[in-house]
């Protein structure tokens, strides 16, 4: 892997010039020092604008971290949108979906970690951020499977509670992953991850 895509994550390019590369110069400093001692200084010189620019856009360094995970999560629902082709059988349409999804977060193993563990350490700012971007990943899956034309996949519409369920699983599985230092091995996730989103979509119930 190209060290530059482990240390720039792909953010919302409509975003001021400068609060862009702040995200970025974030991603860069994180992935050199970790979350814990990364300081403002490495932000701003990553990013080569002033402490003050800084400061016009975040209050701190938690709110560049929140801002920085709500860009990669657009990122990564954006990919994951690009692939739903409803004219696949879904089989097929879970693992593509499953596959990309993995992939996106494969590309950047140490923002990873942070992103996955250290918002969590945030308080409830990044609880909260973290359980919005959970309800973002349940609501595409519920539109994926109820509004899906053609033939009902299902009896009775995905419930909302089905669809947080198995964005949970997939989230703990990442973050065992994680944890076990297997972040390489994101992909022998799809296998696992797919059969939970193909387990509830054909439980009627």
């Known amino acids: ?4 895509d482990t240390a720039t994550p792909p953010t919302d390019m409509l975003v001021p010039e400068h609060r862009r590369r702040l995200l970025e110069g974030m991603a860069r400093a994180v992935a050199a020092h970790g979350y814990p ?17 800084f400061y016009e856009h975040f209050g701190s ?15 990564a629902l954006q990919e ?8 696949l059988d879904w089989q097929t349409q879970v693992e593509r979906a499953m596959r990309t999804y993995f992939a996106v977060l494969s590309r950047n193993p140490v923002l990873l970690r942070t992103l ?12 909260s951020v973290r359980r ?9 899956l519920l539109e994926a499977v109820n509004e899906r034309p053609g ?20 989230n703990e599985l990442v973050l065992q992953a994680i944890e076990q230092d297997r972040v390489d091995a994101l992909h022998t996730l799809v296998e696992p991850a797919s059969a939970l989103l193909r387990a509830a979509i054909a439980a009627d119930f």
Do not use: W
């Open 116 to 127: 996955f563990i250290e918002i969590l350490g945030l308080g409830p700012h990044g609880l």
């Open 151 to 170: 033939p009902r996949l299902r009896k009775s519409p995905l419930m909302p509670t089905m669809a947080t369920a198995v964005v949970g699983g997939i």
């Open 132 to 140: 919005r971007v959970n309800q973002q990943l349940a609501d595409l």
């Open 37 to 53: 001692d990364t300081t403002i200084a490495d932000i701003v010189r990553e990013a080569g604008v002033s402490r003050r620019t």
């Open 1 to 4: 892997m190209n060290p530059t």
């Open 61 to 75: 360094k938690a709110d560049c971290l929140i801002a920085l995970y709500e860009a990669a999560s657009r990122n």
């Open 80 to 87: 994951l949108r690009a692939v739903i082709e409803p004219q």
